[in-house]
Protein backbone atom coordinates (compact mmCIF):
# COMPACT_ATOMS: atom_id res chain seq x y z
CA UNK A 1 0.00 0.00 0.00
CA UNK A 2 1.06 3.47 -0.69
CA UNK A 3 -0.45 6.97 0.80
CA UNK A 4 0.55 10.37 0.47
CA UNK A 5 -1.11 12.83 3.05
CA UNK A 6 -0.87 16.43 2.50
CA UNK A 7 2.50 15.60 0.23
CA UNK A 8 3.79 19.06 -0.87
CA UNK A 9 7.41 20.48 -2.72
CA UNK A 10 8.32 23.89 -2.80
CA UNK A 11 11.01 24.75 -5.09
CA UNK A 12 11.51 28.68 -3.30
CA UNK A 13 8.55 30.30 -4.20
CA UNK A 14 7.10 27.57 -6.84
CA UNK A 15 4.88 25.35 -5.62
CA UNK A 16 6.10 21.82 -7.62
CA UNK A 17 3.19 19.28 -5.31
CA UNK A 18 0.55 20.82 -3.54
CA UNK A 19 -0.77 19.08 -0.70
CA UNK A 20 -1.61 15.16 -2.60
CA UNK A 21 -3.66 13.02 -0.60
CA UNK A 22 -3.27 9.49 -2.49
CA UNK A 23 -3.79 6.03 -1.75
CA UNK A 24 -2.87 3.29 -3.84
CA UNK A 25 -3.98 -0.12 -2.26
CA UNK A 26 -2.52 -3.19 -2.44
CA UNK A 27 -2.77 -4.89 -6.09
CA UNK A 28 -4.01 -1.43 -7.41
CA UNK A 29 -2.42 0.31 -10.30
CA UNK A 30 -2.85 3.92 -10.02
CA UNK A 31 -1.82 5.78 -13.75
CA UNK A 32 -1.25 9.61 -13.21
CA UNK A 33 -1.56 11.55 -16.25
CA UNK A 34 -0.78 15.34 -16.68
CA UNK A 35 0.74 18.15 -18.96
CA UNK A 36 4.77 18.60 -19.00
CA UNK A 37 5.98 20.48 -15.38
CA UNK A 38 2.34 18.93 -13.73
CA UNK A 39 4.26 17.29 -10.88
CA UNK A 40 4.29 13.82 -12.00
CA UNK A 41 7.85 12.74 -11.39
CA UNK A 42 7.97 15.34 -8.17
CA UNK A 43 5.27 12.93 -6.85
CA UNK A 44 7.15 9.78 -7.56
CA UNK A 45 10.75 11.24 -6.51
CA UNK A 46 8.88 12.08 -2.95
CA UNK A 47 7.51 8.51 -3.16
CA UNK A 48 10.81 6.93 -3.17
CA UNK A 49 12.83 9.08 -1.12
CA UNK A 50 14.75 11.18 -3.77
CA UNK A 51 13.77 14.46 -2.50
CA UNK A 52 12.74 15.81 0.38
CA UNK A 53 9.04 16.97 1.33
CA UNK A 54 8.56 20.38 1.92
CA UNK A 55 5.40 19.21 4.26
CA UNK A 56 3.51 16.12 4.50
CA UNK A 57 4.21 12.53 4.43
CA UNK A 58 4.41 9.88 2.03
CA UNK A 59 4.05 6.33 3.52
CA UNK A 60 4.92 3.06 2.13
CA UNK A 61 2.94 0.45 3.76
CA UNK A 62 3.36 1.71 7.46
CA UNK A 63 6.73 3.24 6.58
CA UNK A 64 6.98 7.40 6.89
CA UNK A 65 9.49 7.84 3.63
CA UNK A 66 12.48 9.41 4.54
CA UNK A 67 15.10 10.43 2.19
CA UNK A 68 17.91 8.07 2.33
CA UNK A 69 15.84 4.78 3.74
CA UNK A 70 17.60 1.59 3.07
CA UNK A 71 14.05 -0.27 4.70
CA UNK A 72 12.50 2.04 2.37
CA UNK A 73 14.43 1.43 -0.86
CA UNK A 74 14.04 -2.36 0.27
CA UNK A 75 10.47 -2.36 -0.13
CA UNK A 76 10.07 -1.04 -3.80
CA UNK A 77 10.81 -1.04 -7.40
CA UNK A 78 11.25 1.67 -9.90
CA UNK A 79 11.39 1.71 -13.57
CA UNK A 80 12.17 5.13 -15.47
CA UNK A 81 11.93 5.61 -18.88
CA UNK A 82 15.34 4.49 -19.40
CA UNK A 83 15.89 1.88 -17.01
CA UNK A 84 19.85 2.04 -15.57
CA UNK A 85 22.02 -0.98 -15.73
CA UNK A 86 25.52 -2.13 -15.92
CA UNK A 87 25.96 -2.48 -20.06
CA UNK A 88 29.05 -4.70 -19.83
CA UNK A 89 27.11 -7.26 -17.49
CA UNK A 90 24.81 -9.27 -18.58
CA UNK A 91 21.12 -9.02 -17.69
CA UNK A 92 21.26 -11.86 -15.12
CA UNK A 93 24.42 -10.48 -13.96
CA UNK A 94 23.20 -7.47 -13.27
CA UNK A 95 20.34 -8.60 -11.40
CA UNK A 96 22.48 -10.51 -9.14
CA UNK A 97 24.04 -7.58 -8.30
CA UNK A 98 21.10 -5.01 -7.66
CA UNK A 99 19.37 -8.26 -6.17
CA UNK A 100 22.12 -8.11 -3.87
CA UNK A 101 22.37 -4.98 -2.63
CA UNK A 102 18.81 -4.86 -1.36
CA UNK A 103 20.22 -7.06 0.69
CA UNK A 104 18.62 -10.50 -1.19
CA UNK A 105 20.83 -13.31 -1.92
CA UNK A 106 20.00 -15.82 -5.24
CA UNK A 107 21.68 -18.80 -7.43
CA UNK A 108 21.75 -18.77 -10.98
CA UNK A 109 18.74 -20.77 -11.46
CA UNK A 110 16.34 -18.75 -9.28
CA UNK A 111 17.91 -15.24 -10.95
CA UNK A 112 17.15 -16.78 -14.27
CA UNK A 113 13.53 -17.88 -13.48
CA UNK A 114 12.68 -14.21 -12.20
CA UNK A 115 14.00 -13.05 -15.30
CA UNK A 116 12.03 -15.45 -16.92
CA UNK A 117 8.80 -14.36 -15.67
CA UNK A 118 9.58 -10.96 -16.34
CA UNK A 119 8.85 -12.36 -20.21
CA UNK A 120 12.96 -11.97 -21.40
CA UNK A 121 13.93 -14.30 -23.69
CA UNK A 122 15.95 -17.21 -22.30
CA UNK A 123 18.34 -16.39 -25.47
CA UNK A 124 18.86 -13.24 -23.87
CA UNK A 125 19.87 -13.76 -19.73
CA UNK A 126 23.09 -14.04 -20.45
CA UNK A 127 23.95 -11.09 -23.28
CA UNK A 128 25.64 -8.31 -22.42
CA UNK A 129 23.03 -5.51 -21.38
CA UNK A 130 24.62 -2.98 -23.75
CA UNK A 131 22.39 -5.45 -26.70
CA UNK A 132 19.28 -5.19 -25.12
CA UNK A 133 16.89 -3.48 -26.70
CA UNK A 134 14.41 -0.44 -24.51
CA UNK A 135 11.84 -3.44 -24.07
CA UNK A 136 13.70 -5.57 -22.80
CA UNK A 137 15.88 -3.33 -20.17
CA UNK A 138 12.12 -2.74 -18.57
CA UNK A 139 11.81 -6.36 -18.26
CA UNK A 140 14.89 -6.60 -15.74
CA UNK A 141 13.96 -3.44 -13.73
CA UNK A 142 10.66 -5.77 -13.72
CA UNK A 143 12.62 -9.01 -12.64
CA UNK A 144 14.68 -6.78 -10.05
CA UNK A 145 11.12 -5.40 -7.92
CA UNK A 146 10.27 -9.49 -8.34
CA UNK A 147 13.86 -10.09 -6.67
CA UNK A 148 13.39 -7.94 -4.14
CA UNK A 149 9.59 -8.90 -3.67
CA UNK A 150 8.87 -5.16 -4.06
CA UNK A 151 5.61 -3.92 -2.15
CA UNK A 152 5.42 -1.08 -4.40
CA UNK A 153 6.35 -0.21 -7.77
CA UNK A 154 7.08 3.37 -9.58
CA UNK A 155 6.91 3.41 -13.01
CA UNK A 156 7.50 6.95 -14.77
CA UNK A 157 6.85 7.07 -18.36
CA UNK A 158 7.46 3.63 -18.76
CA UNK A 159 6.68 2.48 -22.05
CA UNK A 160 7.26 5.71 -24.19
CA UNK A 161 9.37 4.80 -27.33
CA UNK A 162 7.96 1.19 -26.76
CA UNK A 163 6.00 -0.53 -29.88
CA UNK A 164 2.75 -1.89 -29.47
CA UNK A 165 3.38 -5.19 -29.02
CA UNK A 166 5.93 -4.29 -26.22
CA UNK A 167 3.74 -1.94 -24.62
CA UNK A 168 0.89 -4.68 -24.24
CA UNK A 169 3.28 -7.28 -22.79
CA UNK A 170 4.36 -4.84 -20.39
CA UNK A 171 0.68 -3.71 -19.33
CA UNK A 172 0.45 -7.68 -18.72
CA UNK A 173 3.67 -7.86 -16.87
CA UNK A 174 2.12 -4.96 -14.30
CA UNK A 175 -1.13 -6.81 -13.69
CA UNK A 176 0.99 -9.91 -13.26
CA UNK A 177 2.65 -7.83 -10.40
CA UNK A 178 -0.14 -6.52 -9.14
CA UNK A 179 -2.04 -9.56 -8.92
CA UNK A 180 0.97 -10.40 -6.36
CA UNK A 181 -0.72 -7.48 -4.21
CA UNK A 182 2.21 -4.60 -5.34
CA UNK A 183 0.96 -1.50 -5.35
CA UNK A 184 1.51 0.21 -8.74
CA UNK A 185 1.76 4.34 -9.11
CA UNK A 186 2.47 4.46 -13.25
CA UNK A 187 3.02 8.08 -14.48
CA UNK A 188 2.33 7.77 -18.19
CA UNK A 189 1.28 10.23 -20.85
CA UNK A 190 -0.08 7.03 -23.00
CA UNK A 191 -3.86 7.44 -21.88
CA UNK A 192 -4.88 4.33 -24.18
CA UNK A 193 -2.66 2.39 -22.10
CA UNK A 194 -3.57 3.90 -18.82
CA UNK A 195 -7.29 2.51 -19.59
CA UNK A 196 -5.66 -0.48 -20.35
CA UNK A 197 -3.97 -1.44 -17.28
CA UNK A 198 -5.21 0.73 -14.56
CA UNK A 199 -7.58 0.26 -11.76
CA UNK A 200 -8.18 4.61 -11.71
CA UNK A 201 -6.36 7.07 -13.34
CA UNK A 202 -5.61 10.31 -11.87
CA UNK A 203 -4.87 13.69 -13.46
CA UNK A 204 -2.19 16.33 -12.55
CA UNK A 205 -2.35 19.69 -13.09
CA UNK A 206 -0.08 22.48 -12.22
CA UNK A 207 1.12 20.35 -8.93
CA UNK A 208 -2.57 19.18 -7.87
CA UNK A 209 -4.41 16.03 -8.34
CA UNK A 210 -7.70 17.34 -10.07
CA UNK A 211 -9.31 14.38 -11.14
CA UNK A 212 -9.60 11.10 -10.45
CA UNK A 213 -11.35 8.25 -12.70
CA UNK A 214 -12.14 4.18 -12.60
CA UNK A 215 -10.73 3.09 -15.29
CA UNK A 216 -13.11 0.74 -16.16
CA UNK A 217 -16.10 3.24 -16.09
CA UNK A 218 -14.91 5.25 -18.79
CA UNK A 219 -13.90 4.67 -22.71
CA UNK A 220 -10.53 5.86 -24.06
CA UNK A 221 -13.02 8.46 -26.06
CA UNK A 222 -14.08 9.68 -22.53
CA UNK A 223 -11.00 9.61 -20.34
CA UNK A 224 -9.35 11.69 -23.63
CA UNK A 225 -12.39 14.12 -23.38
CA UNK A 226 -12.08 14.36 -19.80
CA UNK A 227 -8.43 14.62 -19.82
CA UNK A 228 -8.58 17.58 -22.64
CA UNK A 229 -11.22 19.07 -20.64
CA UNK A 230 -9.54 19.40 -17.39
CA UNK A 231 -5.92 20.64 -18.69
CA UNK A 232 -7.44 23.07 -20.52
CA UNK A 233 -9.92 24.49 -17.74
CA UNK A 234 -8.66 27.77 -16.18
CA UNK A 235 -7.31 26.31 -12.95
CA UNK A 236 -9.50 27.48 -9.72
CA UNK A 237 -7.41 29.27 -7.26
CA UNK A 238 -7.12 27.06 -3.82
CA UNK A 239 -9.74 28.42 -1.69
CA UNK A 240 -12.11 30.35 -4.50
N1 LIG B 1 15.04 20.78 -8.74
C1 LIG B 1 14.08 21.61 -9.16
N2 LIG B 1 14.17 22.94 -8.98
C2 LIG B 1 13.21 23.78 -9.38
N3 LIG B 1 12.08 23.38 -10.00
C3 LIG B 1 11.92 22.07 -10.22
C4 LIG B 1 12.90 21.11 -9.81
N4 LIG B 1 12.47 19.90 -10.16
C5 LIG B 1 11.27 20.07 -10.76
N5 LIG B 1 10.95 21.37 -10.79
C6 LIG B 1 9.72 21.95 -11.36
O1 LIG B 1 8.61 21.31 -10.78
C7 LIG B 1 7.57 21.18 -11.75
C8 LIG B 1 7.10 19.74 -11.78
O2 LIG B 1 8.12 18.96 -12.37
P1 LIG B 1 7.94 17.39 -12.66
O3 LIG B 1 9.25 16.90 -13.12
O4 LIG B 1 7.32 16.76 -11.47
O5 LIG B 1 6.89 17.42 -13.85
P2 LIG B 1 6.24 16.20 -14.64
O6 LIG B 1 4.77 16.23 -14.39
O7 LIG B 1 6.96 14.95 -14.35
O8 LIG B 1 6.47 16.66 -16.16
P3 LIG B 1 6.90 15.79 -17.48
O9 LIG B 1 5.62 15.26 -18.04
O10 LIG B 1 7.49 16.82 -18.37
O11 LIG B 1 7.87 14.75 -17.07
C9 LIG B 1 8.12 21.68 -13.07
O12 LIG B 1 7.66 23.00 -13.28
C10 LIG B 1 9.61 21.65 -12.85
O13 LIG B 1 10.23 22.67 -13.60
MG1 LIG C 1 8.20 13.71 -15.43
Redesign the pocket.
Given at each position: MLRALQLTKHYGNFTALDHLDLEVENGEIFCLLGA?GAG??TTINLFMGFIEASAGQAYIDELVVRPGDAKIKQRIGYIPENVMLYPELSGLQNLAYLSQLSGKKYNKTQLSNFLQQASLQAEAIHQPVAQYSKGMRQKVGIALALAKKASALFL??PTSGLDPLASNEFSNLLQQLSQRGVSILM?THDLFRAKEVANRVGIMKAGQLVEVLDANAVSHSELERIYVETISAPLLAVGA
Amino acid sequence: MLRALQLTKHYGNFTALDHLDLEVENGEIFCLLGANGAGKTTTINLFMGFIEASAGQAYIDELVVRPGDAKIKQRIGYIPENVMLYPELSGLQNLAYLSQLSGKKYNKTQLSNFLQQASLQAEAIHQPVAQYSKGMRQKVGIALALAKKASALFLDEPTSGLDPLASNEFSNLLQQLSQRGVSILMVTHDLFRAKEVANRVGIMKAGQLVEVLDANAVSHSELERIYVETISAPLLAVGA
